[in-house]
């Protein structure tokens, strides 16, 4: 469950979304199928109000937009994260915690791999992969100047009672502006000057 402006967003455990408006809760506005095949696990609205993420125990993410405009819907997608190749085989890994950072928009993703993982969910890219914690992430949060990242790392029995369960622990660490920062602007700077460059050639040709 998030909530963003008037909107509250709540996925439930038989694959559906509930939006509802906050200024007349006595129903939802909106109720929608998950595009995920599995059982929702976490649920985040993106800081900008334009849609939220859902995650999933099957190891997927989906982006997914509020505003029904079929144009709009164009932009939602989902993909695999969490997963673990061995050869041939895949050991999937549910998504159970998601943050965004308030300046860029792009999101971490925490799973029961130990992993944490930084997206541009906009162009669609991972922009890091943080080193492996001790046991599942079951929280995520960026400070509110998003230099800094809250990781809450405790064992969500997914594989039900082990011996010598690893201690729940919070680490707290700094974010390098590369983990969180969408590359399409340094992208947009890169093409720009290969236009200056280009018409500075141009000129050079005409002299």
């Known amino acids: ?24 809760m006595h129903a939802p506005v909106e109720q929608r199928e998950s595009s995920l095949r599995y059982q929702t696990r976490c649920i985040q609205c993106f800081p900008n109000g334009q849609g939220y993420i859902l995650g ?8 997914e937009m509020f505003d ?13 994260c969490h997963r673990v190749k061995d050869g041939d085989k895949e050991t999937i890994y549910p998504v159970i915690a998601i943050a965004f950072h308030q300046g860029y928009n792009t ?6 791999d130990g992993i944490v993982n930084i997206w541009d969910g906009f162009n669609r890219k991972r922009l890091a992969q943080l080193s492996k914690y001790p046991t599942s ?3 995520l949060a960026f400070s509110e100047d998003g230099n800094m990242l809250a990781i809450a790392s405790s064992y969500m029995y997914e594989r039900g009672p082990i011996e010598n369960e690893p201690e729940p622990t919070i680490y707290i660490r700094s974010v390098a502006e590369n983990e969180v920062k969408p590359k399409h602007i ?13 018409s500075l050639s141009a000129i050079k040709v005409k002299n």
């Open 186 to 198: 340094n992208s947009l700077i890169i093409l720009a000057l290969l236009l200056v460059l280009g």
């Open 68 to 80: 029904p405009n079929p144009e709009v819907q164009k932009k939602k997608y989902a993909f695999k």
């Open 56 to 63: 999933s125990i099957e190891g997927r993410i989906a982006v």
């Open 107 to 112: 999101f971490a993703t925490g799973g029961c």
């Open 137 to 139: 992430i079951s929280s």
């Open 1 to 24: 469950m998030d909530s963003i402006r008037n909107q509250l967003v709540v996925g439930t455990a038989g694959r559906h979304v509930l939006i509802w408006d906050l200024r007349q």
